[in-house]
């Protein structure tokens, strides 16, 4: 008997709270060294990819590390799996750019903002779904829209760090691929060779690492490498020039034109923002007409910024493709030139130069040229200071869609990681419990200025290999990164932004599954079908990869309902085997007298008239027919509709001289039956346990006087073959 039954209620609960609590009895010193040994080598892999899914979510880099010390600990502590490694990930950074973008310039203090709401969001959802036990939601994301979505992604993904490969920039389009031909374009003008270099270099070392026994951390490896090489060879070469260094006057005309068309779509914006406020104040006080000349205002204002933007967008781009020669005069001041135009009287200086534009106006008194490839630049040292997420109505029900979707992938991809791993160590996976630990990862998050995280299948493998035995692996990694926030982060100044793209191009490499698109089309045709479809959709959507989503699920929702609303209704005959099967898959004879129809699935109001068509297809093709047995061990439920379709059904048949009965009805059904007094109509000597009950006892009534010497419902009766296997 327990003698402290309150210790034991406090336990229960704390473990049900946090669940690494029960991994705590028997905790030793050899599992602390095996759980410290492993946090430390998945945060070898998390520091680096954290800062590249950071950019990929058009982010500053270090907003990766501020995703990655806080969630990985939180969503260990609080969720299910021992080995789940959270954090960053790239197709959540990619869903998270997309959501982000039409609402904010891309790396903004306001585009941060969003993105930490985002987080806040993403966790708040997920955390109420697991909070009442709703994991089951995420089935509507079926495995082939997941497989289709995935491979679209990281063939979007990759594709989308080609500019920085190259060492070119491009202003995105409204489509994907437009912006890929751009990237492409801009390439065959001009490559920055060393940027390109450096990628090559990552990659190689990262590839040949992974297949070499040694154990070193191939990501750590190629970042420290190729930082090095930055560092020691000057990689980043820039200067700040006033517009008078240009020393092409027609150049100079076009920076400013530039300029001018920048400043205007600033004030444009700035516009826009008062209207908007003016639009909301006016509709909570009422004043509609106040509204309806704002709306004017608006829709006036977004014309002339839409043809605003189309000329920055040309100037910038004329701008983007210059390439120019420096040189140094007597008097040792340092000239752009047109390349090839430089004057005989300067010192050359090496390299060719390059005017960085983003999508701003330019400073005049300070332009940034640079000849030399990206660097990651300055981390603030530190953690982030923590605050309650700023909550913008407007913005958070823009986000609202994009939330859902991010936190149910986001989900899937936790969730099935951990059940692959689970398989592994034979550990219990509880969903809803997962879906809490995720949620939490994220909530508590924003508040320290991360984006939305999930489980990363790379680093939880790591994790795994490493010999990770519960939660505490990930509250080290966390640690790791905290003194990375700390202590490391000048050393991260020179590293390459190309070679944060070489790590994310490899690790999308491994979301590639062909094998998915076949062994779904193998599964079923129209599974293939959907896969591919969301696939393609998904591509030619990009960069609004929701609407590529939408589509699979759109699809797979249109199967589902077609497949209930028509599921298989097979007639009966003995097999080989001695049992009843399907008789036209199985090539098997049918019975002249007694109809034995399986009806596969619960039946209610989107099938039950299919029930009656198929019951009534059967009357008419079988002249001789007595008896029909409707095998229900398939009907799992029933609805009003459905029993008020087998209650006509019953009228009809009977009506027509031909008896009807049923077997292996299951008890929810049954009470059906009961309650709208639809078993009195049947009878319940026409309810049989079994259907093989069922034929022996109206077997022999329904072949009295009849010529059908070998019943196929007895014994064996091939199609195919005039030999009969005579049975019981």
Same mark, same amino acid.
């Given at each position: 008997?327990?003698?402290?039954?309150?210790?034991?209620?406090?336990? #229960?609960? !704390?473990?049900?709270?946090?669940?690494?609590?029960?991994?705590?009895?028997?905790?030793?010193?050899?599992?602390?060294?095996?759980?410290?040994?492993?946090?430390?080598?998945?945060?070898?892999?998390?520091?680096?990819?954290?800062?590249?899914?950071?950019?990929?979510?058009?982010?500053? +880099?270090?907003?990766?590390?501020?995703?990655?010390?806080?969630?990985?600990?939180?969503?260990?502590?609080?969720?299910?799996?021992?080995?789940?490694?959270?954090?960053?990930?790239?197709?959540?950074?990619?869903?998270?750019?997309?959501?982000?973008?039409?609402?904010?310039?891309?790396?903004?203090?306001?585009?941060?903002?969003?993105?930490?709401?985002?987080?806040?969001?993403?966790?708040?959802?997920?955390?109420?779904?697991?909070?009442?036990?709703?994991?089951?939601?995420?089935?509507? !994301?079926?495995?082939?829209?997941?497989?289709?979505?995935?491979?679209?992604?990281?063939?979007?993904?990759?594709?989308?760090?080609?500019?920085?490969?190259?060492?070119?920039?491009?202003?995105?389009?409204?489509?994907?691929?437009?912006?890929?031909?751009?990237?492409?374009?801009?390439?065959?003008?001009?490559?920055?060779?060393?940027?390109?270099?450096?990628?090559?270099?990552?990659?190689?070392?990262?590839?040949?690492?992974?297949?070499?026994?040694?154990?070193?951390?191939?990501?750590?490896?190629?970042?420290?490498?190729?930082?090095?090489?930055?560092?020691?060879?000057?990689?980043?070469?820039?200067?700040?020039?006033?517009?008078?260094?240009?020393?092409?006057?027609?150049?100079?005309?076009?920076?400013?034109?530039?300029?001018?068309?920048?400043?205007?779509?600033?004030?444009?914006?700035?516009?826009?923002?008062?209207?908007? /406020?003016?639009?909301?104040?006016?509709?909570?006080?009422?004043?509609?007409?106040?509204?309806?000349? +704002? #709306?004017?205002?608006?829709?006036?204002?977004?014309?002339?910024?839409?043809?605003?933007?189309?000329?920055?967008?040309?100037?910038?781009?004329?701008?983007?493709?210059?390439?120019?020669?420096?040189?140094?005069?007597?008097?040792?001041?340092?000239?752009?030139?047109?390349?090839?135009?430089?004057?005989?009287?300067?010192?050359?200086?090496?390299?060719?130069?390059?005017?960085?534009?983003?999508?701003?106006?330019?400073?005049?008194?300070?332009?940034?040229?640079?000849?030399?490839?990206?660097?990651?630049?300055?981390?603030?040292?530190?953690?982030?200071?923590?605050?309650?997420?700023?909550?913008?109505?407007?913005?958070?029900?823009?986000?609202?869609?994009?939330?859902?979707?991010?936190?149910?992938?986001?989900?899937?991809?936790?969730?099935?990681?951990?059940?692959?791993?689970?398989?592994?160590?034979?550990?219990?996976?509880?969903?809803?419990?997962?879906?809490?630990?995720?949620?939490?990862?994220?909530?508590?998050?924003?508040?320290?200025?991360?984006?939305?995280?999930?489980?990363?299948?790379?680093?939880?493998?790591?994790?795994? #290999?490493?010999?990770?035995?519960?939660?505490?692996?990930?509250?080290?990694?966390?640690?790791?990164?905290?003194?990375?926030?700390?202590?490391?982060?000048?050393?991260?100044?020179?590293?390459?932004?190309?070679?944060?793209?070489?790590?994310?191009?490899?690790?999308?490499?491994?979301?590639?599954?062909?094998?998915?698109?076949?062994?779904?089309?193998?599964?079923?045709?129209?599974?293939?079908?959907?896969?591919?479809?969301?696939?393609?959709?998904?591509?030619?959507?990009?960069?609004?990869?929701?609407?590529?989503?939408?589509?699979?699920?759109?699809?797979?929702?249109?199967?589902?309902?077609?497949?209930?609303?028509?599921?298989?209704?097979?007639?009966?005959?003995?097999?080989?085997?001695?049992?009843?099967?399907?008789?036209?898959?199985?090539?098997?004879?049918?019975?002249?007298?007694?109809?034995?129809?399986?009806?596969?699935?619960?039946?209610?109001?989107?099938?039950?008239?299919?029930?009656?068509?198929?019951?009534?297809?059967?009357?008419?093709?079988?002249?001789?027919?007595?008896?029909?047995?409707?095998?229900?061990?398939?009907?799992?439920?029933?609805?009003?509709?459905?029993?008020? /379709?087998?209650?006509?059904?019953?009228?009809?048949?009977?009506?027509?001289?031909?008896?009807?009965?049923?077997?292996?009805?299951?008890?929810?059904?049954? #009470?059906?039956?009961?309650?709208?007094?639809?078993?009195?109509?049947?009878?319940?000597?026409?309810?049989?346990?079994?259907?093989?009950?069922?034929?022996?006892?109206?077997?022999?009534?329904?072949?009295?006087?009849?010529?059908?010497?070998?019943?196929?419902?007895?014994?064996?009766?091939?199609?195919?073959?005039?030999?009969?296997?005579?049975?019981?």
């Amino acid at each position: 008997m327990n003698r402290h039954p309150e210790s034991t209620d406090h336990r #229960q609960r !704390l473990s049900a709270m946090l669940p690494f609590f029960d991994g705590l009895s028997g905790y030793s010193v050899a599992d602390l060294k095996r759980d410290l040994s492993a946090g430390l080598t998945v945060a070898l892999v998390l520091v680096p990819q954290s800062m590249a899914y950071a950019q990929l979510a058009g982010l500053p +880099a270090y907003y990766g590390l501020y995703a990655a010390f806080l969630p990985p600990a939180i969503a260990a502590l609080f969720g299910s799996s021992h080995q789940l490694a959270t954090g960053p990930v790239a197709v959540v950074s990619l869903m998270a750019a997309v959501a982000l973008q039409p609402l904010a310039t891309t790396g903004s203090s306001a585009y941060i903002g969003y993105a930490v709401l985002l987080a806040l969001m993403v966790g708040l959802f997920q955390f109420t779904l697991g909070l009442f036990r709703l994991g089951l939601v995420v089935n509507f !994301l079926s495995h082939p829209v997941v497989n289709g979505f995935t491979n679209a992604a990281a063939i979007i993904i990759a594709t989308g760090q080609l500019a920085k490969l190259f060492g070119v920039t491009v202003d995105a389009s409204e489509h994907h691929y437009q912006t890929v031909i751009q990237v492409i374009r801009a390439a065959m003008h001009y490559i920055h060779w060393p940027t390109l270099m450096m990628a090559v270099f990552a990659f190689t070392v990262m590839v040949v690492l992974k297949k070499i026994p040694l154990r070193l951390p191939n990501v750590l490896v190629a970042v420290a490498a190729t930082t090095l090489i930055s560092w020691a060879t000057g990689f980043e070469q820039k200067v700040i020039l006033p517009l008078e260094a240009v020393v092409d006057h027609d150049i100079r005309s076009l920076i400013v034109h530039y300029n001018a068309e920048a400043m205007q779509l600033h004030h444009m914006a700035d516009q826009r923002t008062a209207i908007n /406020a003016t639009i909301k104040e006016a509709k909570l006080a009422g004043h509609h007409l106040i509204v309806i000349n +704002a #709306q004017r205002d608006l829709s006036i204002l977004a014309h002339q910024m839409d043809l605003k933007t189309t000329v920055a967008a040309d100037y910038r781009h004329r701008i983007r493709r210059l390439l120019f020669d420096a040189g140094r005069t007597p008097a040792g001041d340092t000239r752009l030139y047109i390349r090839g135009s430089r004057l005989p009287d300067t010192v050359g200086i090496g390299g060719t130069w390059r005017l960085k534009v983003g999508n701003g106006p330019l400073a005049a008194s300070g332009l940034t040229f640079s000849c030399g490839g990206d660097v990651v630049g300055g981390i603030p040292g530190g953690l982030p200071a923590v605050s309650i997420p700023r909550i913008d109505s407007h913005a958070a029900i823009t986000l609202a869609p994009s939330a859902v979707i991010i936190a149910l992938l986001g989900f899937m991809e936790a969730i099935s990681i951990a059940k692959a791993m689970a398989a592994k160590t034979g550990q219990r996976i509880d969903p809803n419990q997962e879906l809490i630990g995720q949620g939490l990862a994220n909530m508590v998050g924003a508040t320290t200025q991360s984006y939305p995280v999930a489980g990363s299948f790379s680093r939880s493998a790591v994790n795994l #290999q490493a010999g990770a035995g519960s939660g505490f692996s990930s509250v080290f990694a966390s640690l790791t990164v905290v003194a990375t926030l700390f202590f490391f982060t000048p050393l991260l100044y020179h590293l390459p932004q190309s070679v944060l793209a070489a790590i994310i191009m490899l690790a999308v490499a491994g979301l590639i599954n062909v094998r998915g698109f076949i062994q779904a089309w193998r599964a079923q045709w129209y599974d293939g079908a959907i896969s591919i479809i969301t696939f393609g959709g998904t591509l030619a959507f990009a960069p609004h990869l929701d609407r590529g989503i939408m589509v699979g699920v759109g699809l797979s929702l249109i199967v589902f309902l077609y497949r209930n609303m028509r599921p298989n209704v097979v007639d009966l005959s003995l097999g080989l085997d001695k049992a009843l099967h399907d008789a036209v898959t199985h090539g098997l004879r049918e019975c002249r007298y007694i109809d034995a129809v399986r009806f596969d699935g619960p039946l209610f109001y989107a099938n039950a008239s299919y029930l009656e068509d198929q019951i009534r297809l059967r009357r008419k093709n079988k002249t001789q027919l007595k008896h029909i047995i409707i095998a229900a061990e398939s009907i799992t439920d029933m609805d009003a509709s459905g029993q008020e /379709a087998l209650s006509l059904i019953v009228d009809r048949v009977r009506s027509a001289g031909i008896d009807i009965s049923f077997s292996s009805v299951h008890e929810p059904v049954m #009470q059906v039956l009961r309650r709208t007094h639809l078993l009195f109509k049947i009878g319940e000597d026409h309810i049989y346990p079994t259907m093989k009950q069922a034929i022996r006892a109206i077997h022999a009534k329904t072949h009295k006087g009849g010529s059908e010497r070998h019943c196929p419902l007895t014994s064996v009766r091939m199609l195919s073959s005039n030999s009969e296997a005579k049975g019981a």
